[in-house]
Every structure is written in structure tokens, then in C-alpha cells.
């Protein structure tokens, strides 16, 4: 289902069908669509984007909406992955910042560095392992509500459709969605 086709027949149908599934229990997400997308200075390397449908990104973004705030108190300032208002240049400019020598010496020099070394890491296929239990015990010590996170809970288990072949996903999490 397209976007076009949801504003031809109606938003407000569908979003009233949609909350009276979501109400129910009824509600399931549909496996997200693989595709590759080529890594940006790496020939011949992809990486696997997950597609959700126009239903499941609108309960996606719903969950976000609540689902945030509660995530965000506990985030240290210094912490700008995924994060709202928070982007790599914010990032980069803290570090500028943070570099910067602070002490001066008494004839008004800058005399050290508060940092001697920046180190950037990246962590191999961090979202296509993540362990769903593990992050799922994680939300339930902060989220009250069992129905949200089993709402999560469905969507790590919903799996993914590559050329035409369902996959299961017993750990990791497609990225391409808003949650």
C-alpha cells in the first residue's frame, strides 16, 4: 500500500483501522523489504537497508514519539548517536571544543591539552546482532507498559523479504526504520 493509495481512500480510515488493530492486539508488522545499498567508498561492499510498509512506519513513529523521551533523560550530554537534534558535526565540534588547550601558563599562553587523543570506533555489524532478549529486558526495567514492549518485541521478530524469500530475524535489527 502506497501513500497515494491511503490519501485516495482515507487517512482517517486507515488511521482508525489502524488504532482499533493496535487496540486489540490484532496488530502485526509485515517483514521489512531488503535492499542493498552500496557502501560509500567501498566497492563492492553493501549494506542491507530494511524497508518497513507505510502501516508499519506510522506505528513506528508513534512508538518513537513515546517511546523517546523516556530514553532521552538518561543519555549523557556527550552521547550524540540517533539521537534528536544531535547529529556527526554536533559531535565533531564537541571534540573541537574538547581539544582545545585550557590551562594557561602565567604569561598567558596556552600551555596543555586537556585530551591528548581522540579515538573513533565502530562496532562491526552492531545492529544486525543485537540481541532482541537483551534489549527487550532493557525496555521492560524502563517502560511500564508490557503492550509497547511487546509492540517492539514484534517488530525485531517481524523478519525481512529479500527477492521474494522471507527471513527470519532471531537477532539484530533491520535499519532503515524509524525505531
Known amino acids: 500500500m502506497t501513500v497515494g493509495r491511503i490519501r485516495n481512500r482515507?487517512?482517517?480510515?486507515f488511521l482508525v483501522d489502524l488504532q482499533a488493530d493496535l487496540?486489540?492486539?490484532?496488530?502485526?508488522?509485515?517483514?521489512?523489504?531488503?535492499?542493498?545499498?552500496p557502501k560509500a567508498g567501498k566497492p563492492g561492499q553493501f549494506r542491507p537497508l530494511g524497508i518497513p510498509t507505510i502501516r508499519d512506519?506510522?506505528?513506528?513513529?508513534?512508538?518513537?514519539i513515546l517511546l523517546e523521551p523516556i530514553f532521552?533523560?538518561?543519555f549523557w550530554h556527550v552521547s550524540y548517536g540517533f539521537r534528536p537534534g544531535r547529529n556527526t558535526h554536533g559531535a565533531l565540534e564537541y571534540i573541537r571544543r574538547a581539544a582545545l588547550p585550557q590551562k594557561r601558563d602565567?604569561?598567558?599562553?596556552?600551555?596543555?591539552?586537556?585530551?591528548?587523543?581522540?579515538?573513533?570506533?565502530?562496532?562491526?555489524?552492531?545492529?544486525?546482532?543485537?540481541?532482541?532478549?537483551?534489549?527487550?529486558?532493557?525496555?521492560?526495567?524502563?517502560?511500564?507498559?508490557?503492550?509497547v514492549v511487546r509492540l517492539v518485541g514484534l517488530f525485531l521478530k517481524a523478519g525481512v523479504l529479500t527477492e521474494d524469500q522471507f527471513l527470519r530475524t532471531d537477532a539484530g535489527t533491520p535499519q532503515g526504520g524509524i525505531i
Not at 10 to 13: G, I, L, M, N
Not at 23 to 37: E, M, V
Request: charged fraction near 40%; glycine fraction near 6%.
Open 10 to 13: 482515507s487517512e482517517h480510515r
Open 23 to 37: 487496540r486489540s492486539g490484532a496488530y502485526r508488522p509485515s517483514p521489512a523489504r531488503r535492499k542493498l545499498i
Open 72 to 74: 532521552e533523560a538518561q
Open 106 to 147: 602565567k604569561d598567558t599562553r596556552r600551555n596543555r591539552l586537556p585530551y591528548p587523543w581522540v579515538i573513533e570506533g565502530d562496532i562491526k555489524g552492531c545492529f544486525d546482532n543485537i540481541n532482541h532478549h537483551h534489549l527487550l529486558e532493557r525496555m521492560r526495567k524502563r517502560i511500564g507498559d508490557r503492550r
Open 57 to 64: 512506519r506510522v506505528v513506528q513513529g508513534a512508538a518513537k
